[in-house]
């Protein structure tokens, strides 16, 4: 089956995705600068996760844009993709609202890795069902990006209960990692 419908729908999940994370942000009460002061670990979340979103609708699309056709598994696999997605505002929100202690700083990371996890099963059923030469899979290669992206999830989880700094620099890290452009996809597919 065709790949449009799919994308169309993730397209839209993730800006309802968008949507709900913006909606956390609320106005202040008071009219000067030291209104917005209890304000900054709420923008600070939003940003992080905002780019995360964004990173993975950035790199959904141009995987997506490597395949022709999507099949069942396909589809199962993009929806636990989305449904990880989904929990991103709710571990932001928790994380901003305890200015980012051990425990929601913790569940960010661990929502961050199902994120990742999912991102990378998605991207191992494109490729079964497109095959080991297909344009994905060469592109993709050993995908070094994602298993460091994978470690450093995993290590930020139990970090937190060190000091949620470390786990927040890792996060920060992985985002930084991803949003450099990655070139895999474009460099073999030329409009």
Known sequence: MGKGRLEAFSD????????IMVLELKVPHGADLAALR????????YLLSFAFIGIYW?????????????NG????????????????????AW????????????????????????????????????????TLAIAIGSDQKGKVSLLLYAAAIPLA?????????????????????DRRIEKLIKE
């Not at 839209?12 to 949507?19: H, L, W």
Request: glycine content about 2%.
């Open 95 to 134: 994380m901003d609202e305890n200015h980012f202690a051990t425990i929601p700083v913790a569940l960010y990371g661990v929502v961050m890795l199902l994120c990742a996890i999912a991102y990378t099963i998605l991207a191992y059923v494109l490729i079964a069902h497109h095959g080991k030469d297909s």
């Open 161 to 181: 209960f060190v000091d949620p700094r470390i786990s927040l620099a890792l996060y920060v890290t992985v985002a930084v990692i991803w949003f450099l452009p």
């Open 38 to 45: 209890p304000m900054i670990p709420v923008f600070l979340g």
């Open 12 to 19: 839209v999940v993730i800006a309802i995705i968008i949507t």
């Open 73 to 92: 598994n396909v589809l199962w696999a993009n929806l636990f993709l989305l449904f990880c997605l989904s929990l991103v505002p709710f571990a932001t």
């Open 58 to 70: 950035n790199n959904h699309h141009h995987m997506l844009h490597a395949v022709q056709k999507v």
